[in-house]
């Protein structure tokens, strides 16, 4: 028996269980005709055929599959369907890197692992082309072996002519698809480049994987010739793909032995993990407590819950904004690290396609789409430094990923959504250099609002002189830099497993009891906004912030290995995120609580302010004989009434002229775009909809003069005419009133 047969009847053997393992090929062989055969289960049945499998794969698989094939029929037909089998290999015993793969592996099977950054539409390509003599309508078939394809070379035998045509309809074609590897970010040695290896995927394999994807391939490595031109043609290496292995979609590819998970469970029942964890992030760095709370919450994250309307995310965002040189950028790069799956990237040197996807054009795979660094970091952390210096377009686009954790692609003809379902550390500098106490947190960042409360946790970092702390850092920093090294629980390693293992095997929930103390806190605040004796109510927390409070308080139980969330894990996340919420959620010119200041970037007293200062406004100009208010008198009634503090009108006139005031002349004040009488201040929505109730009142049957209504208003309201005449103008803007004939209103 040769070498050809043996392997065959071993792998035969194999695949139906004749020996010492069970039988495999009803498992196997799936629904669509794909037989898949584990070389590494194989391995430790028949070593020589994996050799043979192994050594020449191209010669080797056709004949061995062959021979496997018909046996099957002859022997189990009940396995074999209509369709034909096609064979794939995953499983391979030895793993060769990316940057490993050399030219002396072409021609045989190699196993590669890293991630998906582009791939490729699905296309046909030639396997037997069909030829058709164009003189005389002889045929003639060639077997298409090269990357590119191969024509007749001889003459028509019957007619002796030169000229074929290629014949589409009996010609034999199967499914293409190209794909670049990349070698992952925790392989990739210090200070090298990613390594990138073109892949090629047919049959059946196409279409399982997108861009993203963590995967281990198994392929032939061959050589083809790329280029135009025959001046610009270079002989390059690609993978003939033949198995795909998705790797742990969990980002948890770090395996912790059965010893080091006991010693886990040990520790966490004679210490507090979280606490553990939190003093294990960079402990070189001084300080800084709450914020590396904030990221041991990071590192651990929520618990995500998928339902059949909606997708909640589990990931935890969180922002660093303060003053330069108080570590951010360090405490970003490690955290980095410590994530089994992180990627770090800088905003001034991100683009939108750079942070989520694009679809590009490549001289290798043609169109295609590359995936970005939250797709990349798609089940596992994404870290952003300096991201107020990304442009504002740029930043839109991360929008839907920090909330809904998806990219959208619609553009190039690829219609698509990928998966960025990973949590963001975020730092940032104030643009004015220093973090300004006195101002919104949207004051002192160059970010939008809608942005900035999509973040759980935001950090206030402020550089403040005290004496006993600057000579603790001082003695900290000289310990460091003598070569100390300065005492964690865990080391690095040891907090990427540890992360790796609460993230695998710890999923939390929230019990009755610990819910309560949630809604508690919650109903609380929100009570509290309520009592303020305002006509408009402070709003202190949100649902957004709430759920933040039960995703936090998940990576609190889960770090501390509680499959059930404890009152002290809800403790412990309130108090994380009530630091918080006292720096960014407060009104500057109060110092009263309002998360106005997040939401939308104008606390709730300096909103009302500016609708009273624009009712005002309006209506000194309403009075005036041109129309325009004078700044000097507008200046004299705020301050008579105690509107405005001295040196405050000025600042909100100026934000008013940026939104929808005009001074054309210094001192004159005019509202541009008077809005209707549902967008006014209170006191001139009461004027609006008085005038409205004496046009429905006046005009029942049919349309009221002008002088009747302005007499009514004057005698009973106290309205002037002119007055009466602008409120008039606003009603018929909004479409409340209408004018039948010229003078005459009636209400719509």
């Not at 942070?355 to 952003?384: M, N, P």
């Not at 550089?463 to 865990?490: F, Q, T, W, Y």
């Not at 507008?634 to 008579?640: H, N, R, W």
């Not at 429905?696 to 302005?710: C, F, P, Q, S, W």
Request: charged residues 25%; glycine residues 8%.
């Amino acid at each position: 028996m040769d070498t050809l047969e043996l392997a065959a009847n071993n792998l035969y053997d194999y695949l139906t269980g004749c020996g010492a393992v069970p039988p495999l090929a009803a498992a196997t062989i799936r629904l669509d005709g794909s037989l898949t055969v584990n070389l590494t289960d194989l391995y430790s049945y028949t070593s020589e055929t994996v050799d043979y499998l192994v050594d020449d794969p191209d010669k080797a698989l056709p004949e061995i599959i062959s021979h496997v094939k018909g046996l099957l029929k002859v022997r189990v037909p009940e396995l074999i369907k209509d369709h034909p089998i096609e064979v794939q290999l995953v499983g391979h015993p030895h793993e060769t890197p990316l940057r490993g793969i050399r030219s002396n592996m072409i021609g045989t099977l190699v196993s590669t692992s890293g991630i998906i950054v582009k791939l490729t539409q699905i296309n046909p390509k030639l396997e037997v082309a069909a030829y058709v003599c164009q003189k005389c309508g002889q045929k003639m078939v060639i077997q298409q072996k090269l990357q590119y394809k191969t024509g007749p070379l001889d003459p028509c035998e019957n007619c002796k002519g030169k000229h074929w045509l290629l014949d589409p309809t009996h010609s034999v074609y199967h499914d293409k698809q190209l794909l670049k590897l990349q070698e992952t970010p925790e392989s990739l040695p210090p200070g090298q480049m990613p390594r990138l290896f073109v892949y090629e995927l047919s049959g059946l394999l196409c279409g399982r994987v997108k861009a993203g994807d963590r995967v281990r391939l198994t392929a032939v490595i061959d050589a083809a010739m790329s280029g135009k031109s025959s001046a610009e043609r270079t002989l390059e290496m690609y993978g003939r793909c033949l198995g795909v292995e998705h790797l742990a979609e969990d980002a948890q590819d770090l395996e912790c032995t059965d010893m080091e998970a006991k010693r886990f469970s040990e520790m966490a029942q004679t210490r507090d993990m979280f606490k553990a964890v939190t003093d294990s992030i960079a402990p070189s760095l001084y300080g800084l407590h709450d914020e590396k709370q904030c990221v041991a919450a990071f590192l651990m994250g929520g618990e995500a819950k998928e339902m059949e309307d909606v997708r909640i995310r589990g990931d935890i965002n969180v922002l660093f904004l303060g003053d330069p040189g108080l570590a951010k950028s360090q405490v970003l790069r490690f955290a980095s690290k410590a994530s089994p799956r992180g990627i770090y990237t800088t905003g001034r040197g991100s683009s939108a396609a750079g942070l989520t996807a694009a679809v590009v054009k490549d001289k290798d795979i043609g169109f295609s789409l590359e995936a970005g660094a939250l797709v990349l970091a798609d089940k596992g952390h994404a870290c952003v430094d300096e991201i107020e210096k990304m442009d504002e377009n740029d930043r839109r686009s991360i929008h839907p990923a920090m909330e809904q954790q998806i990219i959208p692609i619609n553009k190039g003809g690829i219609n698509t959504t990928l998966n960025a379902r990973c949590g963001i550390l975020a730092a940032g500098n104030p643009k004015d250099g220093r973090y300004n106490p006195y101002v919104t947190v949207v004051q002192n960042i160059n970010l939008e609002a809608s942005l900035l409360n999509r973040f759980d946790l935001i950090r206030i970092l402020q550089d403040k002189p005290d004496k006993k702390r600057d000579a603790a850092l001082a003695d900290h920093l000289l310990m460091i830099h003598s070569g100390e090294n300065a005492e964690s629980p865990l080391t690095l390693q040891e907090l990427r497993k540890y992360v790796a293992y609460c993230r695998k095997h710890i999923h939390p929930s929230i019990p009755p009891d610990v819910g309560a103390s949630l809604k508690k806190y919650y109903m609380g605040l929100r009570r509290a906004g309520d009592d303020t004796n305002q006509m408009e109510p402070t709003i202190m927390i949100t649902p957004r912030q709430f759920e933040s409070c039960i995703r936090i308080t998940e990576a609190v139980a889960r770090a501390r290995l509680h499959e059930t969330a404890t009152e002290d894990d809800a403790l412990t996340a309130l108090g994380i995120i009530e630091s918080s919420m006292m720096q960014v959620g407060i009104d500057p010119s109060t110092g009263q609580r309002d998360i106005d200041s997040v939401m939308t970037g104008k606390p709730r007293g300096q909103r009302q302010k500016q609708e009273l200062l624009r009712n005002v406004i309006y209506e000194m100009q309403c009075e005036a004989s041109d129309g325009y208010c004078d700044y000097q008198t507008l200046l004299g009634k705020v301050t008579e009434k105690g509107l405005f503090r001295a040196g405050e009108l000025r600042k909100y006139v100026d934000q008013l002229l940026i939104e929808d005031t005009s001074e054309p002349v210094t001192g004159k004040l005019r509202i541009l775009k008077p809005m209707g009488y549902t967008g006014k201040a209170r006191s001139l929505k009461a004027q609006l909809q008085r005038v409205l109730e004496a046009v429905g009142e006046l005009a029942r049957t049919d349309a009221v003069k002008d002088d009747e209504l302005y007499d009514m208003l004057q005698s009973r309201y106290g309205i002037g005419r002119s007055e009466a005449a602008k409120m008039i103008t606003v009603l018929m803007k909004d479409g409340s009133v209408f004018s039948p004939r010229p003078n005459y209103y009636r209400r719509t």
